[in-house]
């Protein structure tokens, strides 16, 4: 299977242990991310993930499917009655499930292709990027639920596609505000909980350098933190530009939470 793949199924399968006890009352509690629940956090990823097989095995009913959305939002739609729509009416362990049929979808449509072809999204990329997208995606919004939930997150090597989306996109963050990068990308020099250790090196012998856990690394550039809440070490001023605004997914710029807005609570939920 395609080691992407198993990272991205892993990973979920990780998020799940963390959801599958709750009471069903929990899954309708607001997480620190503009007030989404769980169950709206499900309904989201279930889409996202469905719509990456969609635009691999039918590429123009995606782009119905993606173009119908985005009018039904344009009109005033509410994102979570668009989505909601589309999921059905399945709430709680029943809606976590189909989470996971939806996973197994990923798994089934691209655990054996190669990666290398193309398909649609808001621009066409490589299938290996759908898959890289939809970890990220998956990871990312599940942080909310580790932090409601009182939890740390485990810190492991799956989140390599992260990292490497996240590096990537340094011009894209500057691009998609219609601005120019302040300069070169910086080096980066990341560490993960095993010990595993990812350098890049910079652009036009840059100075600058962002240094420090993958895993804060890749909560700053998918947004889930703010680079003042994390440990990493950022050296120099277009290291500090990049990541008070880093975005490494698609869409228009979204603004960096706020220092001290997304974190961790003290107390568990039972």
Request: aromatic letters at 8%; one cysteine or more.
């Amino acid at each position: 299977m395609n080691p992407e793949v198993v990272d991205f199924k892993n990973e979920c399968l990780s998020i799940a242990d963390i959801i599958k006890d709750l009471p069903s009352q929990a899954y309708l509690t607001p997480t620190g991310f503009k007030n989404w629940t769980i169950e709206n956090i499900l309904c989201h990823l279930i889409l996202g993930n469905q719509g990456a097989v969609l635009s691999l095995q039918d590429p123009e009913a995606f782009q119905a499917r993606f173009k119908e959305m985005r009018a039904e939002r344009a009109a005033g739609v509410p994102n979570a009655e668009v989505e909601r729509a589309r999921v059905g009416d399945a709430h709680g362990e029943a809606l976590l499930k189909q989470w996971l049929q939806s996973v197994d979808e990923i798994v089934e449509a691209f655990g054996e292709i190669d990666l290398k072809q193309r398909v649609p999204w808001a621009k066409t990329m490589s299938a290996r990027s759908s898959v890289s997208a939809r970890l990220m995606e998956n990871w990312a919004h599940a942080q909310a639920i580790y932090d409601m939930l009182g939890i740390d997150r485990p810190d492991t090597d799956r989140i390599s596609s992260i990292v490497y989306l996240g590096v990537n996109t340094f011009g894209w963050t500057f691009e998609n505000q219609g601005v120019a990068a302040p300069g070169p990308r910086p080096a980066v020099r990341l560490s993960t909980g095993s010990g595993t250790t990812w350098e890049f090196d910079a652009q036009e012998d840059s100075q600058d350098l962002i240094e420090g856990s993958a895993l804060a690394f890749c909560q700053v550039v998918t947004q889930v933190r703010n680079i003042a809440d994390t440990d990493l070490t950022v050296i120099g001023e277009v290291a500090q530009t990049w990541m008070q605004q880093a975005q490494c997914f698609a869409g228009p710029p979204h603004p960096v939470p706020a220092p001290g807005t997304r974190h961790k609570k003290l107390e568990n939920i039972e």
